[in-house]
């Protein structure tokens, strides 16, 4: 099958870890040890987040005295795809030394007219108390917002609307190649009025990206990896529990968080609603379970799912991208 995988922060960074670079390769070499009996079996594109990585960069940009002015976040972003590509590319050719492993630098396409230019919510960078990411506010320029029981930096996260890259991704994978991209979300690009593209300072949110390239690819299943074994039913109550499978309509009448879950769920539903596919929402550490159906949460047109994803039919590759 064709697999597309959204790794998500914490396979990078866990919550309250310094963001040095030994961490988080530990952190990336456990994430690879969970997805290589995936790769075994199935093509597989990797993807992942960058937030807290692209944020360390920013302030990095913001604090050297040789800049005139800091580095955009389109030119942040492509700098922490080659970072932490590197890392997952070295990991994977570790685990598989008998498959080809391609990481690559993308742009990601979204709107000029997106609202969300105008209304920033995409957290990145570091988590600060209220008075320090005050005081960083009104020294950068920055927009903050709490995050849980910290504050973060935010900036604007337009919708993907199609990777660039996705015909050279569908080579990559046709010649055997496991490939790792849309890190962050892309370096989110606009067409300008002679149809050139140009970066634009945003971040897209990787999820939703992961689910346009996974239906352009024509992939059979989406996972969305993260921190937490499956969507809770009643989150945060004392009746929580964890839902197994569900239909697109059923998971979004659960409402989850805006800030996390939310764009993972949009992002879920958007591809089986688009292609009548496979996905799913689950801990990283339970990546080859959640392909076969034994963890995590399935989401199907049907809200059913016949013993596993990894043993639906296959459906038809289109001709292009």
Sequence with gaps: ????????????????????AEV????????????APIAHEHELVVTHGNGPQVGVLALQSASDPHLSTPYPFDVLGAQTQGMIGYWLLQAMQNNLPHRQVA????????????????????????????DEATRLAAERGWVVKPDGAGWRRVVGSPRPQRVVETRLIRLLLESGAVVVCAGGGG?????????????????????????????????????VLTDVPAVMEGFGTPEQRPVRAATPAGLRALE????????????????????GGVAAIGSLDDAAAILH?????????DGHFDGGAARRSVRPRSLSA
Excluded at 103 to 130: H, S
Excluded at 293 to 301: F, K, L, M, R
């Design 1 to 20: 099958m064709r697999v597309v995988v959204a790794l998500g922060g914490n396979a990078l960074l866990q919550r309250g870890q310094k963001p040095d």
């Design 24 to 35: 988080q390769e530990a952190n990336v070499a456990r994430a690879v040890a969970a997805l």
């Design 103 to 130: 990481a690559i630098i993308n742009q990601t396409l979204v709107e000029a007219a997106d609202p969300a230019f105008d209304d920033p919510t995409k957290f990145v960078g570091e988590v600060y108390t209220q």
């Design 187 to 223: 370096v989110p690009v606009i067409r300008d009025p002679a149809g050139r593209l140009r970066g634009v300072e945003a971040v897209v949110d990787k999820d939703l990206t992961s689910a346009v390239l996974a239906e352009a690819l024509d992939a059979d299943v989406l996972m």
């Design 256 to 275: 989850p968080p805006a800030g996390s879950m939310g764009p993972k769920v949009d992002a879920v539903c958007r591809f089986v609603e688009l292609t």
């Design 293 to 301: 159906g034994q963890a995590g949460t399935i989401i199907t047109p």
